[in-house]
């Protein structure tokens, strides 16, 4: 784990490396893989989790992608509300794209919705509190599924008739 000391004019220290990192430089440590611990550097406070966040939103342009109005509620809420959503929905929505890209990459042509554990699926559609099926499923798709559905019926009863003329016919020939 690389030591990352921040300092009060914002600076941050690489300690492994032993200079100045920007906040960019440090995304791109992170990109690469490494593990950092931010820590202020007069009372070693963990600083990591906001740090990490002001990347994402910072120099990631994240901010851009969040609706003003999202952003004022997610002030107004209290501390703990906000940060139980933020878990919950992050991590959730996190796996669910993981596990979707995954899957995709091994399988193509399937559903990607195919692939995700039940225990996952439930729960995001708990969380989103409704069916999403129903706005994927078009009118149009339902009747064509139900068009498809009655012409097979239709040729199974045909095959059928068939079959029982066949016999029909075979039995009157032995006679």
């Given at each position: 784990?690389?030591?990352?000391?921040?300092?009060?004019?914002?600076?941050?220290?690489d300690t492994d490396?032993?200079?100045?990192?920007?906040?960019?430089?440090?995304?791109?440590?992170?990109?690469?893989?490494?593990?950092?611990?931010?820590?202020?550097?007069k009372t070693s406070?963990?600083?990591?989790?906001?740090?990490?966040?002001?990347?994402?939103?910072?120099?990631?342009?994240?901010?851009?992608?969040?609706?003003?109005?999202?952003?004022?509620?997610?002030?107004?809420?209290?501390?703990?509300?906000?940060?139980?959503?933020?878990?919950?929905?992050?991590?959730?929505?996190?796996?669910?794209?993981?596990?979707?890209?995954?899957?995709?990459?091994?399988?193509?042509?399937?559903?990607?919705?195919?692939?995700?554990?039940?225990?996952?699926?439930?729960?995001?559609?708990?969380?989103?509190?409704?069916?999403?099926?129903?706005?994927?499923?078009?009118?149009?798709?339902?009747?064509?599924?139900?068009?498809?559905?009655?012409?097979?019926?239709?040729?199974?009863?045909?095959?059928?008739?068939?079959?029982?003329?066949?016999?029909?016919?075979?039995?009157?020939?032995?006679?």
């Open positions: 784990m690389r030591v990352i000391k921040k300092y009060s004019n914002r600076r941050l220290y490396d032993s200079h100045y990192i920007t906040l960019d430089e440090l995304a791109e440590l992170i990109r690469k893989g490494s593990s950092v611990k931010v820590v202020d550097a406070e963990d600083l990591t989790q906001g740090t990490l966040a002001q990347i994402v939103v910072e120099s990631r342009g994240a901010a851009k992608l969040l609706p003003v109005q999202l952003l004022e509620q997610m002030i107004r809420m209290e501390d703990d509300a906000l940060a139980e959503f933020m878990t919950n929905y992050m991590t959730l929505a996190f796996d669910m794209y993981d596990s979707t890209k995954r899957g995709v990459q091994g399988l193509t042509g399937m559903n990607p919705f195919g692939i995700l554990p039940a225990d996952m699926m439930s729960q995001w559609l708990t969380a989103m509190g409704r069916n999403p099926w129903e706005r994927l499923r078009g009118r149009e798709r339902r009747d064509k599924t139900d068009e498809d559905v009655d012409s097979l019926r239709r040729e199974i009863a045909d095959l059928k008739d068939l079959v029982k003329g066949m016999a029909n016919k075979g039995e009157d020939e032995n006679e």
